[in-house]
């Protein structure tokens, strides 16, 4: 027998970033030592008080469906930390709790974006695309090309590698890319996977395209906590003419290491939360119980172990910006998240480099191609000092540096 495949699957690539991890794994199961630089997760244990939270939702028997929107009670929290970060339009209508900030993620384009599903010929024959347009500004998340894809949309692309992926630089190139036609914008500051933080500059002029040309904004903020050297993560739905068209997104994943616990979240305007609830209660039906319950404790009673955690990363950064520089290499020094991007490539090929990066040195990171960025790599410095070293020295000893 053979099996046709839905044209939406067919397009969409498997995850770079989990390709890479699963063949560190791989070599690891061979009884090889892989340095994994690869790896978008914190590299802490989920707090203490986090965890007994859990336990004891565990124990009063929180373990049943929830409303598919989120519990009041972590609703409540979250738009508690929404209005204290400037967003007052936010109440708990405007929420819905997720499995996971990529669920929120796919339930919001499944919601904005309509498109042909590509299996409609033209008049000459060739495939016709008339999915609504989605812009994405590179170096950007593999997965919001994917997501964008499977709900049938058309992708315009902004390069930000010639201005050290600061946004700012690259205003003119967004303000030709964008038009009446764009449905969506995926703004992601701090981002992944350069670390830069945009600047109020650069954010009042993805608002002033917004307005001109009534594009709704994905404001990707799951890295807001994690931010160096007096950076100002902006949130765009702060600014003026952009409270209705933001959909502010968030988790627990990375400023709480809790990547495995699957929590996350979004908000927006009533009537889009109303739509993409209808995806939301078809498709996962509510986030996990008594893990709600500790995301409560993790918004209202974790900010020193957060800020611990974000310290550690501020000093890892500047550890291996140096180790790369003692070796020669310049990376545009990120003010957020924890990746940088190196350029190892310049004159040939990413993938390549970090084949041999993996092969060779046992060091995993990812090509900066899969972010639609050839000729860079994304390191994470989610890992101690003597692994980042370690990382440095395997590279440099193969060449690769």
């Not at 030592?33 to 986090?50: A, H, R």
């Not at 650069?202 to 950076?231: C, N, Q």
């Not at 809790?258 to 927006?268: D, I, N, P, V």
Request: with cysteine; glycine share 8%.
């Amino acid at each position: 027998m053979t099996m046709d495949f839905a044209s939406r699957v067919e397009r969409v690539e498997p995850s770079a970033t989990l390709a890479i991890s699963n063949k560190a794994a791989e070599l690891e199961a061979e009884g090889k030592d892989v340095v994994d630089l690869s790896v978008g997760e914190p590299d802490f244990d989920t707090p203490e008080n986090i965890k007994q939270a859990a336990k004891d939702a565990l124990d009063a028997g929180h373990t049943g469906y929830t409303s598919s929107n989120g519990i009041p009670e972590l609703k409540e929290a979250i738009a508690e930390k929404l209005h204290d970060d400037g967003l007052t339009q936010y109440g708990p209508e405007n929420l819905i709790v997720t499995p996971g900030g990529k669920q929120a993620l796919y339930e919001i384009f499944q919601t904005v974006i309509d498109g042909d599903d590509g299996s409609h010929p033209s008049s000459s024959g060739t495939e016709s695309r008339t999915g609504d347009e989605v812009a994405l500004l590179d170096p950007a998340w593999v997965s919001y090309e994917a997501m964008a894809k499977l709900a049938g949309g058309t992708l315009t692309r902004v390069d930000t590698a010639a201005h050290d992926f600061q946004l700012e630089g690259a205003l003119d190139d967004l303000a030709a890319a964008v038009s009446d036609d764009t449905a969506l914008l995926v703004v992601n500051s701090p981002g992944n996977p350069h670390g830069a933080v945009y600047s109020r500059e650069a954010m009042e002029g993805v608002r002033d395209l917004a307005v001109e040309h009534d594009i709704t904004v994905i404001s990707d903020e799951i890295y807001k906590e994690i931010t160096y050297d007096g950076a100002e993560a902006i949130s765009l739905g702060t600014l003026d003419g952009m409270a209705d068209r933001t959909v502010t997104l968030n988790g627990f994943s990375k400023a709480y290491a809790m990547t495995g616990w699957r929590l996350g979240y979004f908000a927006g305007p009533e009537e889009l939360v109303s739509q993409a609830g209808k995806i939301h209660s078809h498709s996962v039906s509510c986030a996990v119980n008594f893990v709600q319950h500790a995301g409560v404790e993790a918004l209202t009673n974790t900010d020193d172990a957060v800020e611990e955690m974000r310290q550690a990363f501020a000093e890892r950064r500047e550890f291996l910006i140096d180790l790369l520089e003692d070796r020669g290499v310049r990376v545009p020094e990120p003010q957020g998240a924890f990746y940088m991007m190196p350029e190892v490539a310049p004159d040939g090929d990413d993938t390549e480099w970090c084949d041999a990066a993996i092969s060779e040195a046992q060091v995993a990171t990812v090509p900066g191609s899969a972010f639609g960025t050839p000729g860079y790599a994304r390191f994470s410095y989610a890992n101690s000092k003597d692994r980042l070293e370690e990382a440095v020295d395997r590279l440099a000893a193969e060449d690769l540096l």
